[in-house]
Structures are given as structure tokens and as C-alpha cells.
């Protein structure tokens, strides 16, 4: 069973807005990673957050992370075309269980 | 550098016929993994390999071998393939100083 569950499964948004994706986990964790997967490809990584940090930025990303409610969330601010992807929450480093993906579609 | 590699790109293959996905990487990590993605899925851990000489069952390894031939190259192995393995396998490497898993670009298969 996935550990993981994004949330919302797709989201359309316009070039320059905001978009929010969250992901639930289930059991406690070292540290939470964000990957992006372009279509047809592979899985690239994007951020990661460690179990003692609440929030992290990187460029126009900003992770948070509430290990009270087992929950984390992904923004990505003045987003572009080249945004379009999925997006993967995972966590576990050793073993990386992956959540179901948010598809994210970027319209210029 | 080239990183994770994967062959072949794609492969169709007919119920009971066997084939190996091979995958080798050149960042001199001691970690791989094979995982396969299903359309709308995440992926799920067939098998990982710790170290040269280890392999380790993941969340989904019925119907499938693998070989860690040396510290560069995790191969995938099905022996009788079945229509429920048609999927996309990607290959993934770690180091040991690092969470971060770096990926192929994967290898489509489709068994009829």
C-alpha cells in the first residue's frame, strides 16, 4: 500500500498563478521529498524537508510540513508551461514510497 | 555522466516469454531499486539492492528476479511475463550520504 496521498489528483491554473498541492502520509518519517515526473519520463527531485523542519524554500518552491497532522504541502508560485508535470510526494529514504501523484497543468 | 541508464526504451512481449531490463549507472552509488508505474499510479518497489551482492524484496515482487552483477548494474528479470506486468519500469540509484534518489528515464512494457 502507498504511503502517500496527493491531494487534489489534477489542477489546471493559468501561467503566473499559484498552485498548491498536498500530500498525506501514514506512518512517522525521517524526511518527506518532492519529485517532479515530466510526462513519459523519469522521477527528477525537487525538495526535501526533514521531520524537525516546518517549512523550506528552493527558488520558487516552498514546502511545509506538519507531522502533527501527517500532512505536507507543495506551492509553487508564478507558475510556467514548463511547470506541467506531475508531482510526487515520498517518503522513507531507504525505500522510497511513493503517494499517487498530483497532475499539474500549467496553460500559458 | 551519464547517470541512470536504462535499456530497452520499450519491449512488447508475449504472454510466458521472459526478457531482462537492464539498468546501470556511472555515479558510483551504492544503492538501486527497481520500481514499475502503472497509469495514474505512483510507483510501487519491486526489489532494491543495498550494496553490491544484496537484493531486498519490495512492496511488489511476485513474478520478477534480480541480479546486482556489480556496484554499477541492477538488472530486472521476468521469467514468464504475464498482461498484469504490462507497466513502466524505472530504475533508481542512491548514495549512501544522500536521500535523494535519482531516476532512468524507464523502459515501457507491454506484455499481450
Known amino acids: 500500500s502507498q504511503q502517500g496521498e496527493e491531494d487534489p489528483q489534477a489542477l489546471s491554473i493559468q501561467e503566473g498563478e499559484n498552485a498548491t498541492m498536498n500530500c498525506s502520509y501514514k506512518?512517522?518519517?525521517?524526511?518527506l521529498q518532492w519529485y517532479r515526473q515530466n510526462s513519459g519520463r523519469g522521477l527528477v527531485h525537487l525538495i526535501l524537508?526533514?521531520?524537525?523542519?516546518r517549512e523550506k524554500h528552493s527558488g520558487r518552491l516552498r514546502v511545509t510540513l506538519d507531522t502533527s497532522k501527517k500532512s505536507s504541502s507543495l506551492l509553487i508560485t508564478a507558475s510556467r508551461a514548463a511547470d506541467t508535470a506531475s508531482y510526487f510526494c515520498?517518503?522513507?529514504?531507504?525505500?522510497?514510497?511513493f503517494g499517487t501523484g498530483t497532475r499539474l497543468q500549467v496553460f500559458p | 555522466n551519464a547517470g541512470v541508464t536504462q535499456t530497452p526504451k520499450f519491449q512488447v512481449l508475449k504472454t510466458g516469454q521472459s526478457m531482462t531490463l537492464q539498468c546501470a549507472q556511472d555515479?558510483?552509488?551504492?544503492?538501486m531499486y527497481w520500481y514499475r508505474q502503472d497509469p495514474g499510479m505512483g510507483l510501487r518497489l519491486i526489489y532494491y539492492?543495498?550494496?553490491?551482492?544484496?537484493?531486498d524484496k519490495g512492496e511488489v515482487p511476485n513474478g520478477y528476479n534480480v541480479s546486482r552483477l556489480n556496484k554499477r548494474e541492477f538488472s530486472l528479470r521476468l521469467e514468464s511475463a504475464a498482461p498484469s506486468q504490462t507497466s513502466v519500469y524505472f530504475c533508481?540509484?542512491?548514495?549512501?550520504?544522500?536521500?535523494?534518489?535519482?531516476f532512468g528515464p524507464g523502459t515501457r512494457l507491454l506484455v499481450l
Open positions: 524537508i526533514r521531520s524537525n523542519e
Open positions: 515520498a517518503t522513507d529514504p531507504f525505500k522510497l514510497i
Open positions: 506512518t512517522s518519517i525521517n524526511n
Open positions: 555515479m558510483n552509488h551504492n544503492s
Open positions: 539492492s543495498a550494496s553490491e551482492g544484496t537484493t
Open positions: 533508481a540509484s542512491r548514495p549512501n550520504y544522500q536521500e535523494t534518489q535519482y
